[in-house]
C-alpha cells in the first residue's frame, strides 16, 4: 500500500471555520449577510469616483446549487489580499462554467474531460483569447482554493492555462492620422473642460481611467521651478484601499504649461461646486455640473452635480467623434475608448528609447512583462521595429558601466558609512542610495535625485554620468517633442547634480 498516492491533506471548512469566514463579511461593508445574492463592499470603496456597484459582488447568475461554495471562495480570495474587481471578475467567469456542467454534477465528479468539453465550448465562442485565459485562469482558482470542501477531494484539470493572457491587439492603439484628428479637436475653446482635461491627462501621461477619476483639487502643486502633478493608482498596492501615490513632473512650458492651465481651470471648477457635493464626493478634481441641449443647440445648466465615472467620459468621447467626424483610414468612425491612451503612451516612449523600466516608473507597473506583452504595439510601426527593439532591450545590457539604479540595489558603497547611515529610524535604502529621511515622503526615482535627504552610492558615479549622457542625447534626439525633450533634460541635470555632489565629495550624513 505504501506505493499508492495519496491525495493532500486538505481545508476540511467545519463549521468553525465557515463561521469565521462569515464574519469577515463585517470588515467588507456595512450592511451584507451571506445569505444574500449581492454583496456591496462600501467599506471597501476606494475614491470618490465609485458608485456602489463597483464594489459590488453579484452571485445570482451561479446555479442555486453551487453558489454557497462560490460564496466561500469568494470570502476566501477576498481574505488572501484579492481586492473586491478581482473577486468580482472571479465570480462572473465562473458562471459560464457552471452554466456548462451538466446538471447535478459533483465538483469530486470534474476531470479531464470536462477540462476537454470546456475547451471545446471556448474554443468556439467568439471572446478575445484575454477572455478565454480568465475564465480558464478563474475555474483553476476555484477548483485548487475549495479542495476539501466537505471533505471532496477536487482535482484541478485546469491546473494548465491553453490561452495566451496578453494578446496585443492592434485596435487598441490609436493610429497617428486619428491621433491628430483627436489632438486638433481637443484644442477648441467649445470643447467640455472637464472632458478636454481629462483626454489631456490621458494623452500625456500612460494613466488608467479610474486613476485620472481618483485625483483630488490639491493634485497639482508647484515644485523647485516647476510642477509635480499627483495622480492615485490602486492597481500595484497590493489590494489596499489607500492608493499608491504616482509623482509626474511636469515644465509648465509647450504641452506641459497647457495642460497645467487645463488642470488650473478644473480646479477653480470644482472648488466652485463643493457646497453642492455629497460628503463622499467632496474633493474630486472632476466634478461636473449636468448640462442639458436644446433642440436650439442652446445648453443650459441643471442643478445637478456629479463626479466624472467611466461611462461619462466614454459617452463624450463617443459624441465628440461623431460631431467633428473623427474617422479611421477605412472612413469608419472612430471608436475612442480611455484606455487606448496607455497603449499609446506606452507603445510611444518604447519608440522613443525610453527602457521598460523607465517606463514602468511613469505608468505604477510592477516589472515588465505586462508592458511589452500587451501594451507594446511596435509592430502597428514596421520601420521602427527592429532597430529601436533592439535598442531599448540591448540598450542596459551593451552597457560598459553594468550598474543597476532600478533593482533598488545599493551597489558596493562603504561598509560603515552605509551601516551608519541605516542606524537611524528614519534612514531607508532607495534606488541608487540611501534616503536620510523618508518622514512624509510620497517620491518617486526623480524626487530621490532632487532630495537634500539623499545620499548617493560613489562607487555609482559612472552609472551616474552615464545618465547624464543618455538623458542628453534623448532630449536632443527628440528636441521635435516639447514635453519629452523637458523631461529628458530635467532628468540630465537630475543625474548631473548627483556626480557634481560626488565629485565635490559633498555625500556624507
Known amino acids: 500500500m505504501s506505493g499508492i498516492l495519496k491525495p493532500l491533506i486538505t481545508e476540511t471548512y467545519d463549521e468553525y471555520q465557515k463561521a469565521r469566514y462569515i464574519e469577515f463579511l463585517n470588515e467588507l461593508g456595512s450592511n451584507i449577510r451571506f445569505e444574500d445574492d449581492t454583496w456591496v463592499c462600501d467599506k471597501r470603496r476606494r475614491s470618490f469616483a465609485e458608485y456602489p456597484h463597483t464594489v459590488s459582488i453579484y452571485f445570482s447568475a451561479i446555479q442555486v446549487q453551487y453558489r454557497t461554495v462560490v460564496k466561500y ?11 473586491i474587481r478581482g473577486v468580482k471578475r472571479n465570480v462572473l467567469d465562473l458562471v459560464s462554467f457552471f452554466r456548462f456542467l451538466p446538471e447535478d454534477t459533483l465538483l469530486s465528479e470534474i476531470n479531464i474531460s470536462t477540462a476537454s468539453q470546456y475547451k471545446e465550448l471556448l474554443d468556439h465562442t467568439p471572446q478575445a483569447m484575454s477572455t478565454k485565459y480568465a475564465k480558464w485562469s478563474a475555474v483553476s482558482v476555484f477548483l485548487k482554493t475549495m479542495n476539501g470542501w466537505d471533505g471532496e477531494y477536487i482535482k484541478n484539470p485546469f491546473a494548465d492555462n491553453p490561452y495566451d493572457s496578453h494578446e496585443k491587439l492592434g485596435y487598441k492603439y490609436i493610429p497617428e492620422d486619428v491621433a491628430k484628428q483627436l489632438d486638433t479637436v481637443f484644442m477648441r475653446d467649445e470643447i467640455d473642460l472637464t472632458i478636454k482635461c481629462i483626454y489631456w491627462i490621458l494623452r500625456l501621461i500612460p494613466s488608467r481611467i479610474s486613476e485620472v477619476q481618483g485625483m483630488r483639487i490639491d493634485c497639482l502643486k508647484p515644485y523647485n521651478g516647476h510642477f509635480c502633478l499627483f495622480i492615485p493608482t490602486w492597481k500595484q498596492n497590493g489590494g489596499n484601499k489607500e492608493p499608491i501615490q504616482r509623482v509626474i513632473h511636469i515644465e509648465d512650458t509647450g504641452s506641459g504649461g497647457y495642460l497645467i492651465r487645463l488642470i488650473r481651470e478644473q480646479q477653480e471648477l470644482a472648488k466652485s461646486l463643493q457646497p453642492f457635493m455629497a460628503d463622499n464626493k467632496k474633493d474630486a478634481l472632476f466634478t461636473y455640473q449636468v448640462k442639458f441641449t436644446l433642440k436650439n443647440g442652446t445648453t443650459t445648466s441643471m442643478s445637478r452635480y456629479h463626479t ?47 527602457t521598460l523600466p523607465q517606463i514602468a516608473d511613469m505608468t505604477g507597473h510592477h516589472g515588465d512583462a505586462m508592458l511589452f506583452g500587451s501594451y507594446a504595439h511596435l509592430d502597428l510601426k514596421p520601420k521602427t521595429l527592429i532597430q529601436k527593439q533592439k535598442y531599448v532591450l540591448s540598450e542596459q545590457e551593451n552597457s560598459e558601466n553594468p550598474y543597476v539604479m532600478f533593482g533598488g540595489r545599493i551597489l558596493n558603497m562603504e561598509g560603515q558609512l552605509e551601516k551608519r547611515l541605516l542606524k537611524s529610524i528614519r534612514a531607508h535604502r532607495v534606488r541608487g542610495g540611501i534616503c536620510g529621511d523618508i518622514t512624509g515622503c510620497k517620491s518617486d526615482m526623480w524626487n530621490c535625485l532632487d532630495c537634500k535627504h539623499f545620499i548617493p552610492d560613489r562607487e555609482q558615479l559612472p552609472y551616474f554620468r552615464e545618465q547624464v549622457l543618455a538623458w542628453q542625447t534623448k532630449a536632443e534626439k527628440f528636441k521635435d517633442y516639447p514635453m519629452i525633450k523637458t523631461n529628458a533634460m530635467r532628468n540630465a541635470e537630475l543625474f548631473e547634480k548627483i556626480v557634481k555632489k560626488l565629485m565635490e565629495g559633498d555625500y556624507h550624513a
Do not use: P
Open 308 to 354: 466624472v465615472q467611466w461611462g461619462y467620459v466614454s459617452y463624450n468621447f463617443k459624441n465628440i467623434c461623431a460631431k467633428y467626424n473623427i474617422r479611421d483610414k477605412d472612413g469608419e468612425m472612430y471608436k475612442l475608448t480611455s484606455h487606448q491612451f496607455r497603449h499609446n503612451g506606452i507603445t510611444d516612449r518604447l519608440e522613443a528609447g525610453f
Open 73 to 83: 471562495f469568494a470570502i476566501i480570495r477576498l481574505l488572501n489580499g484579492i481586492g
